[in-house]
């Protein structure tokens, strides 16, 4: 079983809705928590970071649920530009494991 | 800061032959990590260097792929003999912080190594 689990869409929503990304973590000893997002053919760039209390950066929510093991991130108003795939990153010590991505696209 | 540098962007090369990709990590950070992706199972990571020396090479599918660090600004990775399920895109990384890659620390990656092996 990967140590990080997403739904990998796609997700096709139009422009201005709220959606929503899960993600699942395997090893409870689990640090570190983030969203990363990548675009069509570029590197995965650091959208935000997951804290316990929940984030908010803009349109961006994120939340960690411990006990589940459970992540997410909450986009509300799409844009255009959301589209993207969005890569749910846990930390467990040294390194970041990755979920395969959750693919977005914001139609107009 | 320019960033983590990866070379080449592109690779096009035949089965059986040697690849070699280099990387420049964020100056200053003394850890590095190779990370490789392809559709079928996503990013996975080969190895990783703390201080120059490889903490863990666990990732790194088999014996034709090789790794070094020698100094703080370059690391390279080696594929002989390169095979077509090789092909993927081989990211460079360096932790956000010049502590090394711990608990906490997001990383920075470099724009990929687009390999195709035919």
């Known amino acids: 079983r990967k140590e990080v689990e997403q739904d990998p869409g796609p997700f096709n929503v139009p422009e201005g809705a709220t959606v929503a990304f899960n993600c699942t973590y395997s090893n409870s000893a689990s640090q570190s928590f983030f969203w990363y997002r990548q675009d069509c053919r570029k590197e995965p760039k650091l959208l935000m970071s997951?804290?316990?209390s929940g984030n908010e950066d803009g349109r961006f929510t994120a939340q960690l649920n411990r006990a589940s093991q459970y992540i997410s991130l909450l986009i509300r108003d799409s844009k255009l530009s959301d589209s993207a795939t969005y890569l749910c990153?846990?930390?467990?010590?040294?390194?970041?494991?990755f979920g395969k991505g959750t693919s977005l696209l914001v139609t107009p | 800061d320019a960033g983590v540098i990866q070379s080449p962007r592109h690779e096009v090369t035949e089965m059986g032959q040697e690849v070699t990709l280099r990387c420049k990590p964020i100056?200053?950070?003394?850890?590095l990590f190779w990370y490789r992706q392809t559709m079928m199972r996503g990013l996975e990571l080969l190895i990783y260097?703390?201080?120059?020396?490889?903490?863990?090479d666990s990732g790194m599918p088999e014996d034709r792929f090789s790794a070094k660090m020698p100094n703080a600004s370059f690391s390279t990775l080696k594929i002989q003999p390169s095979e077509p399920r090789d092909s993927a895109v081989y990211f460079c990384?360096?932790?956000?912080?010049?502590?090394?890659?711990?608990?906490?620390?997001?990383?920075?990656f470099g724009e990929g190594s687009w390999l195709t092996v035919v």
């Open positions: 997951v804290y316990s």
């Open positions: 990153v846990v930390n467990s010590g040294y390194a970041l494991n």
């Open positions: 990384a360096s932790p956000t912080s010049t502590g090394g890659g711990s608990s906490g620390n997001t990383i920075y």
């Open positions: 260097f703390n201080n120059n020396v490889p903490i863990d």
């Open positions: 100056s200053g950070h003394n850890s």
